[in-house]
């Protein structure tokens, strides 16, 4: 049995926030036969000082107070239990429900991580390959052309796009936002004419999201297919559309659709319930919401399974996500990677023939197959923990040299800047924390 155990028990009366847990998004007989299996959440776990769990309680709190976000909670834990469980708040603004373990929040591109593990299982077992060209499986990306960012003329490319380039983000596949002021951009208005267009690219339209959600992967992988490239793939990286297309590869892949994969290889060996492409009805009332901006209605099925952006889900399920990947690819006896495979995950991908040019982070940090690789000290030739963020204001982080995993969920959407409290300043507070 894998010494990887579940990390949230919320009956216990450790926690310094105050959760209403008789609700029975919180409780219940599923949330009590998990009690005998749990070990306890105690700052004790981590070294933590009282003090120190006070200090990023309060700035949570402050997000709230300046009507930042409705709502947040923070889990750190290890594979000996948990040591924080902060939660702040409420899931919508004019709610009373606590944000709590059962909330569904949109994690947006956390989904990405998810989707290349499934990607790196069928690479186990034979059914995918790194270096197999993006073509075997959506034809349209068989011509492949590199346009000239300057002069907006395509020419043929050097190099074959393989499902190694999309999770490295290093296809040349940007998104219709990063590619605005590019020559791509038009492009993309022409190839998605009812699903690209909309007035305003940093504003939520519902219009266009619910166009978007019409189409399915594979039709968006075959319409992205048929574009040029920014690039040539393997030259350097670029966030957008990759891990979209590698989701419709999963499906054709497979033969099955991307909701059924992640179910068969991630969601049920993990026991994670609660995460999907949408939420079923009788569960809407658990939804976060942001106080700005209309968010789509995420209890619609769709046709658009998005392997970039499209998945729901719960603290507790991404922390069994989370704690899987800190144990080294496995989950309460339960494999999901191979130890070597994961590893090969986590080794940096962006090397002197890479260029970082539209990387987030400059010189800063490095990706592997999947992950964001942060330093994990002051030392950029360092250890460097490894996750990824959403753009509701989520993030993970696994960080295997310190024997840790932290979570924060969010959902935020616009709104004042200068936020006392998001994604990045819950990750430096947690170091700070360890450290102190």
């Known amino acids: 049995m894998t010494r990887a155990v579940i990390l949230l028990l919320l009956t216990l009366p450790l926690f310094s926030c105050q959760v209403d847990y008789n609700l029975d998004i ?75 373990k059962d909330t569904i929040f949109r994690i947006y591109s956390m989904t990405k991580p998810v989707i290349s593990v499934a990607a790196m299982t069928l690479v186990e077992d034979g059914m995918l390959g790194l270096d197999d060209p993006v073509s075997d499986y959506i034809p349209s990306f068989a011509d492949l052309q590199v346009i000239d960012s300057e002069t907006g003329t395509s020419s043929p490319a ?72 920014l ?51 009788p569960d809407a009332f658990r939804i976060a919401e942001p106080i700005y901006g209309p968010m789509t209605d995420n209890t619609k099925p769709r046709a658009m399974l998005a392997g970039g952006h499209g998945l729901n889900s719960t603290t507790e399920d991404y922390a069994r996500f989370a704690l899987m990947l800190l144990n ?40 592997g197959l999947g992950f964001h690789l942060q330093p994990s000290s002051d030392d950029p030739d360092g250890p460097h923990n490894f996750g990824w963020r959403g753009i509701g204001g989520t993030i993970f982080v696994v960080d295997e040299e310190n024997d840790f995993y932290l979570v924060y969920m969010v959902q935020k959407w616009g709104g004042p800047s200068g936020t006392p409290f998001d994604n990045t300043i819950a990750t430096r507070m947690v170091y700070e924390a360890l450290r102190n």
Do not use: C
């Open 26 to 100: 919180s409780l219940g007989d599923n949330g009590a036969s998990f009690a005998s299996a749990l070990n306890p959440i105690h700052p004790s776990n981590f070294n933590i000082d009282q003090p120190e769990l006070d200090n990023i309680r309060r700035e949570m709190q402050r997000a709230v107070d300046s009507g930042h976000i409705s709502g947040a909670l923070l889990l750190v834990g290890n594979r000996d239990g948990a040591g924080v469980l902060e939660t702040v708040g409420t899931q919508t603004a004019k709610g009373e429900t606590p944000v709590n």
């Open 158 to 229: 050097e190099n074959i796009m393989t499902i190694r380039h999309l999770l490295m983000h290093q296809s040349g596949i940007v998104q219709q936002p990063f590619a605005m002021n590019t020559p791509l951009g038009p492009m993309y208005r022409d190839s998605f004419p009812d699903v690209l267009t909309r007035p305003d690219q940093n504003a939520v339209d519902t219009n266009f999201m619910e166009a978007f959600n019409a189409i399915t992967a594979q039709e968006l992988a075959t319409r992205i297919g048929g574009l040029p490239v």
């Open 231 to 281: 690039f040539e793939p393997g030259t350097a990286w670029h966030y957008g559309h990759s891990t979209d297309v590698l989701g419709a590869v999963l499906e054709v892949a497979t033969g099955e659709t991307l909701d059924i994969v992640l179910r068969e290889r991630i969601f049920d060996p993990l026991e994670m319930r609660d995460t999907s492409f949408w939420v079923a009805q």
């Open 328 to 367: 080294g690819g496995s989950f309460r006896g339960e494999r999901i990677l191979s130890e070597p495979t994961l590893n090969m995950m986590r080794e940096g991908t962006l090397g002197p023939d890479v260029s970082r040019e539209y990387f987030f982070y400059g010189d800063a940090g490095d990706w």
